[in-house]
Each structure stands twice: as C-alpha cells, then as structure tokens.
C-alpha cells in the first residue's frame, strides 16, 4: 500500500498512539469479517507487530490506521489459505484487499460503520458466557488495546496468569457461538446494563486500589473514562450509559490531587480543589444535562446518574465547607430506595453524618450488617471518621486500627494507622 512517510514522528511512538486509538476498531471489523474474535485479536496483534517492525525503516503511513487494517487483512488471506477451508471467506477478504487504500475503513468515510462494530465488540467482549473478572480483562484487552502485562499489573495478578483468563475468555465465546451482533429488547438492556458494570468495575478498580502499594492506578482510571465516553457516543440516547461518562469523568475530575507528592492519599476534604480537571468536570456537566434531556422525553434514569448527580455537588462545590450536604443526603436517599445495598447504605451515612451530625450519620451506619461486606475495611473506617467527628475519640482510634488490619491498600493502610494514632493521641489528652 502507498504511504507518505512523517519524518517529524516518533515511529515507535506513532504505532503505540494508533493502537491505542484504533485497536477496537481494527478489531470489530475483523471480527465482522472473519466472524471469530480469537483470530480478529491475533490478525490485529500481527498488524501492530509489523508496524513496529516496519515504521522505523519505512516511516509512519499518512493513514495509519488502514495501513493496519489492509495489513491485518493480508494476514488474514494468508491464514485462510493455509488453512485451505471456509473459501467464501477468502472471497470476501480477498475482494476487500483487492479495494484502493480509499475503501479501507479508516475512521474518516465510514465512522459509523465502524462505530457500529466498536458497540458490538463492547457487547461481545461483555458476553454474559463469562465472568465478570474476564469480561473487564478482555474489554479492557479488545476494546481499551491495553496489553496483556498493563492488563496484569492493574488487577494485581501475574502476566501469565491474565494471558490464560484472556485467552480462556477468547475460547469461551467460540464454544458459546457468541457472535458480532448487537443483542435487541430485553437481552440488549441486559447486556448494556453488563457493559456498564464492567467500565464501572475498571474504574473503581484505578480509583482506589483494590490492593498493593499504589492508592489509585490513573491509568485504569483513564482507560475507563475513556471506554464511558465511547459508549456515550455510540449509545447516546441511553440516560445511564450518560450518567455512567458523567459520574466517571466528575470522579476522575479528582485523580491529580487524591494523592502529594510522595503519592500518599489526600482525602475529599483536604484535596486542592485547583488541581481538579476542570475539562473533566464540564465533560461530566454536559452528560448530565444530555441525560436529563433524554430523561425529560420519559426514560427512566438508575443508579449511575443519580451517583454522578451527588458527584456534581462536589464538583460545584469551590470549596469543601461549601458542600451541600443536606441535597446529598437527599440523592443518597432517592438512590438507596433504587438501589438497596451495604455499599450505598454506608455513603448515606456519610451524607447524613456531614449534612445532620456524626450521631445521625452513625445512626445510619449502625443498621448495616458488617458481614455483609465481607472483610472490606468501609464499615469501621466510616464509623471512625464519625466517631472523630462525634468527638469519641478512642473509640474512633480502634475503628480506623480496626479498618488498617482489613484493607490490602498499602497507601490506605497508611491513612487508617494514621488517623488511629491521631485520635489515640487526642482521646489521651
């Protein structure tokens, strides 16, 4: 294929920026034609493999994206030959190679055509065949061109170890009959409400560590946001998959200044409220008023919006003190009515606690079975910070000394000590 070398670009940088941009695309449009994800990921994988074999020497394509796609249909043509089966799929394949370079979808003449194939690989790659663990690592590995190792590194396991969950994930849809095609009526509200699940446990994931010795893991957190706003503009008359972009760009609005210097956690109150992404926060603005709009013409809004609704107020908010805690108590009402659970229940002890006093925010608390968290720290290091508030301080010392021993977050293990020896100290005097 014709290409007019960029001497001004970084090669090996220009094929990692396209990759990472392109990948879901390269790969739904394989997967449309070849109709197996396995081999649509493999033919992908050998396109950015050649590429950066080849930029160096030859310089970065003026299209690098169909560069990738006529070189991942190459390989393609190729495997099926050597296979000598399923002829009619050579055909296809070969009738599309045999195209001028303006055919090849490229993003710029067939954005929605593509698009299109994107939404289905989000739905495919959510398949509910899998579990929720495999669905994040092959959405994350298909659609957010993450690489087996980043993919690792981020859910804390070995690189070998997420390989086979991928590839077990890859082969668990071909023995399912999983195939590239958009699910419709109630499967397709099911599956939606899968897709969200997965960017939602992504992010959660990059926002506070799960465990290890890093707070937060932006990359995670960036790669989610990023999955939420696609799945906006490919869904965007979806009131959740809007509440979904505005809730993870409010929240993510905050990476920069959740953690100084020496990357120890700063908590909401104490944060600079200078360093929030104040692009980040307008983006999330924006969704919410789109799905307002939507919800106006009489669709029903759930549990993302109503989150990214108490985010706003942060969000709004120039300064901590300035925080309208009575109207967030209130949305943490209306969500725990919608949404039932432990989790819930302990932010709107929060709420209540900051907006009416620790006594109703420990109230509130005291109805919530610890058990049914397991052994996460969120229940006594909740019930700590309002015992500080209440002025109990030694009782606060042993619920934060309590949450320290349950939690795998180093940097959050740091914080709990901290505030338990804090409240010892004050509790003493």
């Known amino acids: 294929m014709p290409a007019r ?10 094929v990692h920026a396209a990759w990472r941009a392109d ?6 449009a394989l997967t449309r034609m070849t109709r197996d994800v396995e081999l649509a990921a493999d033919l992908a994988q050998d396109a950015l493999v050649a590429a950066l074999e080849q930029w160096p020497t030859t310089g970065v394509p003026e299209n690098p994206t169909a560069w990738l796609m006529t070189t991942a249909k190459r390989r393609g043509i190729d495997h099926f030959r050597r296979a000598d089966t399923l002829r009619h799929k050579l055909t296809e394949l070969e009738r599309a190679q045999g195209r001028e370079e303006a055919d090849v979808p490229d993003l710029e003449s067939q954005v929605d055509h593509i698009d299109d194939d994107v939404l289905r690989l989000v739905f495919l790659t959510c398949h509910p065949s899998l579990t929720a663990e495999s669905r994040a690592a092959l959405t994350l590995r298909l659609v957010g061109g993450l690489t087996t190792a980043e993919i690792a590194r981020g859910f804390l396991t070995s690189e070998s170890t997420m390989g086979q969950r991928i590839s077990r994930a890859k082969r668990t849809l071909a023995e399912t009959g999983a195939e590239l095609e958009l699910p419709t009526g109630d499967e397709r509200t099911r599956r939606l409400d899968d ?3 997965v960017v939602y446990l992504i992010f959660n994931e990059g926002y506070t560590a799960t465990a290890g010795p890093d707070w937060m893991r932006p990359d995670l957190v960036a790669e989610a ?12 008359d ?7 972009q505005a809730l993870l760009e409010l929240q993510g609005s905050r990476t920069a200044a959740r953690s100084d210097e020496h990357g120890a956690p700063v908590l909401l109150e104490q944060q600079d409220r200078s360093r929030w992404d104040q692009l980040m ?6 969704a919410l008023r789109r799905a307002e709009a939507v919800a106006a013409r009489g669709v029903p809004v759930g549990t993302y919006f109503l989150q990214a609704s108490i985010a706003e107020q942060h969000a709004i908010a120039t300064r ?10 209130t949305l943490y009402d209306v969500l725990a009515g919608a949404a039932p659970g432990p989790v819930v229940e302990v932010n709107r002890a929060v709420a209540h606690g900051r907006a009416f006093g620790a006594d109703a925010g420990v109230a509130v608390l005291d109805v919530v079975d610890p058990a049914a968290l397991g052994a996460s720290p969120l229940v006594p290091s909740v019930r700590g910070d309002l015992l500080e508030r209440a ?5 606060a010392a042993d619920a934060f000394a309590e949450a320290a021993t349950r939690t795998r977050n180093e940097g959050e293990r740091a914080v709990l000590l901290r505030r338990a020896e804090d409240n010892r100290g004050r509790g003493a005097r």
Request: glycine share 6%; proline share 7%; no cysteine.
């Open 5 to 14: 070398s960029r001497t001004d670009d970084d090669p090996t940088e220009a």
């Open 23 to 28: 990948s879901a695309r390269l790969v739904g």
């Open 195 to 197: 897709v969200m699940a």
């Open 225 to 236: 946001t990023r999955l939420a706003r696609m799945l906006a503009t490919l869904a965007p």
């Open 238 to 244: 979806e009131p959740e998959v809007l509440g979904l």
């Open 281 to 286: 926060i307008h983006r999330g603005t924006a």
């Open 320 to 329: 901590a003190e300035d925080t309208d805690w009575p109207r967030i108590a």
């Open 391 to 395: 002025g109990r301080h030694a009782q």
